[in-house]
């Protein structure tokens, strides 16, 4: 038997942030950084609640891969405010941040005996990728390591995509961000949880990400692409909370953490090796997942009148796509020593073969597959 599940009320295009003076409310806590400080966005967040009687309170520490300190710290704050509703205003960082805490207070709560009664959880992303504003999942860094909590109770209660908040990213995180989101689209759609809903929400994101990504990115003043583009995230997000994901990303949380790669970078650049190994062409088994990659390609008018000819093109596709980014072909182009790389395969497969998203990977994946993938992206 298998579910599918909606959670949060969206909210979406230019001046939905205004949704804020609607809340119901005495005290909130808001989970930002010290960039949606300086752009103001933050004092427009406290404005909107001060308006309908709402008085705030500002935990601003949330640094990029948010660690166990962080989440400790936030937490502290939080149970000295007494808050009755929580605002994470930003990145995927600040907002698996803000799911860190609950999870955590949960925990506490729980450890305690104590009964917890989950604040109003809003998520207002400032970057267009992670589709954390809509999922039940979060990545947090401990020990060095990022582990990814899955918990409904983290998912929030309303998303408010306000295409403005992402005017000022920069060209990098745009292209980190977008790519991300399309993996997202690209590995709930043939992950082996995946349902005809995920489907349709998968090739919708696949399709608005191609086009409109590029022009996005070469121009973030164009508010046609910055909507569609957030639209895209949020909607691969509600697909992948679905089905899951699959071992691009858990190659990639390895990656990222290990040689401190951003996660959109780490899993841009593990994505063409991934599905052709997930494509698996030159085998004579299962040829499901080729033939999905191959309606992607068909959804984006590329030829596919077989599962290879449609694989192929959308592998190529991809490669042009991250071209026009300005993304790197291989890991060897950030810098990284080969030796180095070389020694860290083993510990890197070892966390990815435990990572949260490998279940579901339409192939059951080996360690000499993994290192296989690590050494072609390199």
């Not at 579910?3 to 804020?20: A, C, D, R, T």
């Not at 306000?162 to 060209?171: G, L, N, W």
């Not at 996005?216 to 089905?243: H, P």
Request: with cysteine; glycine share 6%; proline share 3%.
């Amino acid at each position: 038997m298998k579910e599918f599940v909606l959670k949060p009320k969206i909210y979406f295009n230019e001046g939905s942030m205004e949704f804020l003076k609607a809340i119901d409310g005495a005290c909130a806590f808001i989970i930002s950084d010290s960039v949606m400080e300086k752009l103001g966005y933050l004092q427009k967040t406290i404005d909107y609640l001060n308006e309908t009687g709402i008085k705030s309170v500002v935990f601003t520490d949330v640094r990029p891969d948010p660690d166990v300190q962080v989440i400790a710290q936030g937490m502290k704050r939080y149970l000295e405010t007494h808050a009755d509703t929580i605002v994470a205003l930003g990145g995927g960082s600040v907002i698996d941040a803000a799911k860190g805490i609950l999870y955590s207070l949960w925990q506490f709560r729980k450890a305690a005996g104590e009964e917890f009664k989950k604040p109003l959880f809003i998520a207002i992303p400032s970057t267009s990728g992670t589709g954390s504003e809509v999922t039940n999942f979060a990545v947090i860094t401990a020990e060095g390591e990022k582990v990814c909590i899955v918990d409904e109770r983290i998912a929030p209660d309303i998303a408010i995509l306000d295409a403005t908040c992402i005017q000022h990213v920069p060209q990098s995180v745009i292209a980190d961000t977008g790519i991300d989101a399309l993996v997202h689209a690209i590995e709930a759609y043939v992950s082996t949880a995946a349902t005809d809903c995920t489907d349709a929400l998968a090739e919708k994101a696949v399709q608005l990400i191609f086009a409109n990504l590029s022009n996005l990115y070469k121009d973030v003043t164009d508010s046609c692409a910055r909507e569609r583009i957030q639209n895209a995230s949020c909607i691969a997000g509600m697909a992948f909370t679905n089905a899951n994901l699959g071992i691009n990303h858990s190659l990639a949380h390895a990656l990222g953490a290990t040689f401190h790669i951003s996660h959109g970078r780490s899993n841009a650049l593990l994505l063409s090796a991934v599905i052709e190994y997930n494509a698996n062409l030159n085998s004579h088994t299962s040829r499901y997942v080729a033939e999905k990659y191959a309606k992607l390609a068909a959804i984006l008018q590329l030829p596919a009148r077989t599962f290879r000819e449609g694989t192929i093109n959308f592998m190529q596709a991809i490669k042009d796509l991250k071209k026009s980014l300005g993304i790197p072909n291989g890991i060897r182009e950030l810098g990284i020593d080969k030796s180095q790389f070389e020694n860290e395969l083993t510990t890197m497969v070892e966390l990815a073969l435990h990572d949260r998203c490998t279940p579901t990977n339409p192939r059951q994946s080996s360690r000499e597959d993994m290192i296989g993938i690590y050494q072609k992206s390199f």
